[in-house]
């Protein structure tokens, strides 16, 4: 279970992007991005999650690009290349990933869209989008830089 602090996930108080957000995100990876309702919550990894996702994936391959421009915002763009030796149940392999907001969301040349892909700061990685052997994984974002924490 993912654990967030205050009431982050419900809907009135769910992560609202501010005016600025918007312009940049719109601006930069356009209009149908996505945005996590839970992006301000504090939102961990288990031990025992951790645990499950090293042992369905393997020989782990990431490519990150990152523009870190002045201002409060960078933007970026990763692919993640791995190998999935067993099939997962639903809700066990994930990515996770910070960030206001993501675009262009592609597993295995197929383009994904719809609300419920990114939330609790993950992305889930389930059949039929993913399939044992090789997988790959793509997608841009964006974020505000980190100013308050470690």
């Known amino acids: 279970m993912v654990e967030n602090t205050g ?8 992560y609202q992007p501010s005016d600025t957000d918007k312009q940049l ?13 839970s992006y ?3 939102v961990t990894l288990k031990r025992d999650e951790a645990n499950k996702r090293a042992s ?3 020989d782990i391959e990431y490519d990150f690009q990152l523009a870190l421009n002045k201002g409060s915002h960078y933007m970026g763009k990763a692919v993640i290349n791995f190998y999935l030796g067993k099939e997962p149940m639903h809700g066990e392999l994930f990515l996770n ?11 295995n040349d197929k383009h994904l869209t719809g609300d419920n892909l990114f939330k609790d700061q993950r992305i889930l990685l389930e059949l039929p989008h993913i399939a044992l052997g090789w997988n790959t994984v793509q997608l841009r974002y964006l974020n505000q830089y980190n100013t308050n924490r470690v």
């Open 7 to 14: 009431n982050a996930g419900q809907p009135d108080n769910a």
């Open 97 to 107: 990933l910070q960030s206001v907001a993501i675009a262009d969301l592609v597993i």
């Open 40 to 42: 301000k919550a504090s």
């Open 25 to 37: 995100v719109s601006a930069h990876l356009g209009n149908a991005a996505l945005y996590d309702p």
């Open 56 to 58: 369905l994936i393997s």
